[in-house]
Structures are given as structure tokens and as C-alpha cells.
């Protein structure tokens, strides 16, 4: 898939009809900058501009520097995805030398309180939310029912911004089923206002999460992605995404039932030992992948990416040295 084929929105244009020296010249709006006013006003006579902001908002998820430190181990989710990996110990770095996720491998990014994982992926859950809410208040905000493609898109936004609060709650806070009364995280329903949130309590966060997934799942009934892609959130996906926040909650019955409905289905195949150790998760043609981007050459740089870091045959920093280990036990789990 290349997704460079989509254009996200930039700017909007302001029609002067009037002429001579009057305030109509003055530009009320920036132009450089869509804001969640402006998102709604012209979604109501363009629907094409909630998809705009919606494929733009996906291409933030391996984007590089999205996290704001502009690193080479700074490109979105699958970033987060091999530093806490790493600090979880199931995974280790062959060799220094590079730098890259380096605190992490040495377990001290999480004992600085200004470190730059800390801010990085702060930032880059917090840029997905921002952008999540200008969707939803461009349909009409967070209670609102639209249809069509409109409701499409403000369904995929409430999973991506739960999918975001989930991992924010879990990278800074405590477990649920620890204190869910502990102070978290601030929570943001909205774009439409620039005041600060004060922390949400474990719970609140974990209140949202299951609300907009959902109101979500409902609303992706019958959605198929184009093209048999699989950029986009499905219904599937949005299962998935509450499963496992009723995981983490504890309610184990709900998220097997959840479980259950997505294997029913039949969308997906569960992966086989064969394929899990095989594949190496190389390709989204893989039947049991649900949620993927095809990562190419003209979507992404070679060196600042998953496979720069994690795969051996790609000319980057695996290839050089800074591979990535997994104790030999491990695969004995798929048996």
C-alpha cells in the first residue's frame, strides 16, 4: 500500500467577494492551519474532509518524529512498540554504539522523569488525541450519531483516541486493578477549547476508553476497509482494542466474549506456530494481522523505521550490529 497517495488536508482557502478597504480583507482564520471550527463548518458541504483529516491522522502512527525528539528511534507506534518491549526485558540490544533506544535496553528511561521517552511518547499519543478530537468535533462532537462515511470516520476516531488513552494510562499511571483511584493522566474530549485539563483518576480513564469503543463498534458495522486494506480501524479492530481494556480491568468474561465474536467472524486466522516463527511478521497479507500499514520506500526513510532496527536483512542498524535479541526460549511458547 503507499499511502503517500493520500493528501492530507492543509489549508483552507477564503473567498473575498467584497472590494475596496473594509474588514472583509482581514484574515479571520489562519490559512495554514485547519482548526475543529473550521473542520466542522466545511464538513457540512464536504465530506471528503473528515477522510482527509482521518488518512492524515493514520500516517501519524509511523511517521518520524512524531514524537518530537526527531531521533531515529523516534517513528511512531512500532517505536513505543520496541522500547517497551525492551524495558520489559523480552528483549535485548546486541551491541552500543548507535544510541537508539539505548535507555530503554538499559532500563533507565523510565527513572528519569524528563528523559526522552518520557516526552516522547507523551507527545505522540497526546498528537493522535488532538487530532482524533478535531474528527469528532467536526461531526458534531462526542455524544453525536452521524451516518455514512461521516460515521465511518468519527467512529474510527473515537477507537484511535481510546487506543491512545490506553496506552498513555498503562505507560504513566498505575494497573487498574492496582488503584484505579490513583491520579493518571488528563483527559481531553475536545479541540474546541485550549484549557488545561487537571489528571483523571485510573478509572476515568478507563471509563472513556470503553465508552468510545463502544460507541464505536456499532457504528463499524458493515465498514470494509478498500481495497482490502488494512490502515484503517475495522469493527474488528475496535473489539480487539476493548478486549483489551476489559484484560486490564479484569473482566476477563468480557473480553473473551469479544475475543470470540472477532474469531467467529472468520475476517481474521488465528497464526499458527509455523507462521508466527517463519513469517517474522513481514507481510499485512498475513491473514491473522488486523491492523497494518504496508511500510515502503516511498512512505518511509530506510533507517528510522521497524525494519531498520529489527531486521537483518534490511541495510540499517540491525543489519550493522545493533540487532535485536529474544532469549532462545521464547519460541517455545508458540508450541
Given amino acids: 500500500m503507499k499511502l503517500n497517495k493520500y493528501i492530507p488536508v492543509a489549508a483552507l482557502s477564503l473567498m473575498l467577494l467584497n472590494s475596496g478597504c473594509s474588514d472583509s480583507f482581514l484574515e479571520k482564520s489562519p490559512s495554514d492551519y485547519i482548526t475543529s471550527g473550521d473542520l466542522e463548518e ?15 491522522t493514520y500516517s501519524t502512527t509511523f511517521a518520524m518524529s512524531t514524537g518530537g525528539v526527531k531521533g531515529h528511534d523516534d517513528f ?26 539505548e535507555m530503554a535496553g538499559d532500563l533507565t528511561c523510565s527513572t528519569r522523569t524528563a528523559s526522552q521517552f518520557s516526552y516522547q511518547f507523551w507527545r505522540y499519543y497526546y498528537r493522535l488525541i488532538k487530532a482524533a478530537n478535531e474528527i469528532i468535533d467536526a461531526a458534531g462532537g462526542d455524544e453525536a450519531k452521524p451516518t455514512g462515511e461521516n460515521g465511518v470516520y468519527f467512529a474510527q476516531a473515537k477507537a484511535l483516541r481510546a ?5 498513555l494510562v498503562n505507560l504513566y499511571a498505575r494497573p487498574y486493578q492496582e488503584d484505579k483511584t490513583a491520579l493518571a493522566i488528563p483527559i481531553y474530549r475536545t479541540q474546541l477549547t485550549s484549557e488545561a485539563a487537571k489528571k483523571s483518576s485510573v478509572e476515568e480513564v478507563y471509563k472513556l476508553i470503553v465508552k468510545d469503543l463502544t460507541d464505536a463498534i456499532p457504528m463499524l458495522e458493515g465498514y470494509e476497509r478498500p481495497s482490502g486494506q488494512k490502515d484503517q480501524i ?6 480487539g482494542m476493548l478486549a483489551y481494556a476489559y484484560l486490564m480491568m479484569g473482566e476477563n468474561g468480557e473480553a473473551a466474549r469479544l475475543t470470540q465474536e472477532v474469531i467467529d467472524s472468520k475476517e481474521f486466522t488465528l ?3 509455523t507462521e508466527v516463527i517463519n513469517s517474522g511478521f513481514s507481510s499485512v497479507s498475513i491473514p491473522g494481522w488486523m491492523w497494518a500499514i504496508d511500510l515502503t520506500t516511498s512512505n518511509s526513510p530506510a533507517l528510522p523505521t521497524f525494519w531498520g532496527h529489527m531486521d537483518l536483512f534490511t541495510y540499517s542498524y540491525a543489519y550493522a550490529g545493533g540487532e535485536k535479541l529474544i532469549d532462545t526460549l521464547i519460541p517455545q511458547l508458540f508450541q
Fill in 42 to 56: 466545511v464538513a457540512k458541504w464536504n465530506t471528503n474532509i473528515l477522510m482527509g483529516q482521518a488518512l492524515g
Fill in 76 to 101: 511512531g507506534q512500532k517505536a513505543v512498540d520496541i522500547a517497551t518491549d525492551l524495558m520489559s526485558g523480552d528483549m535485548v540490544i546486541m551491541m552500543k554504539g548507535y544510541g537508539w533506544f
Fill in 163 to 167: 487506543h491512545s488513552y490506553f496506552n
Fill in 234 to 239: 475495522n469493527q474488528a479492530v475496535a473489539k
Fill in 271 to 273: 497464526m499458527n506456530r
